[in-house]
Nanobody, 122 residues
Framework: QVRLVESGGGLVQPGGSLRLSCAAS????????ISWFRQAPGKEREGVSC????????YYADSVKGRFTISRDNAKNMAYLQMNNLKPEDTAVYYC???????????????WGKGTLVSVSS
């Protein structure tokens, strides 16, 4: 069974932090780039961040640079998205996805999680 499962979402106040996790089952994440996407109601799904098979290859959307950090732990078959200084506009369902390499296009992903909701509100 091939599966990606996100966790760690929830309600947080502006300026707060959350750490999202992405757990892979049925295939080794070690050989794949991992992306985080997000989608707010009525908006298109947008790429947030990506990390290649090497930790030195990371990418971030301009809207989250300096606030979000992507990481991975291949031994645990997991990836993470640390989100600091959260803003109301960060509110969305966040998805992790795997791909052969990093790209900014959702169509390039081979596996998707079902998402975890992040709500930033006071």
């Amino acid at each position: 069974q091939v599966r990606l499962v996100e966790s760690g979402g929830g309600l947080v106040q502006p300026g707060g932090s959350l750490r999202l996790s992405c757990a892979a089952s049925g295939f080794p994440l070690e050989y794949y780039a991992i992306s985080w996407f997000r989608q707010a109601p009525g908006k298109e799904r947008e790429g947030v961040s990506c990390i290649g098979t090497s930790d030195s290859n990371t990418y971030y959307a301009d809207s989250v640079k300096g606030r979000f950090t992507i990481s991975r732990d291949n031994a645990k078959n997991m990836a993470y998205l640390q989100m600091n200084n959260l803003k109301p506009e960060d509110t969305a369902v966040y998805y992790c996805a795997s791909a052969d390499r990093c790209s900014g296009y959702a169509s390039g992903m081979n596996y998707w999680g079902k998402g975890t909701l992040v709500s930033v509100s006071s």
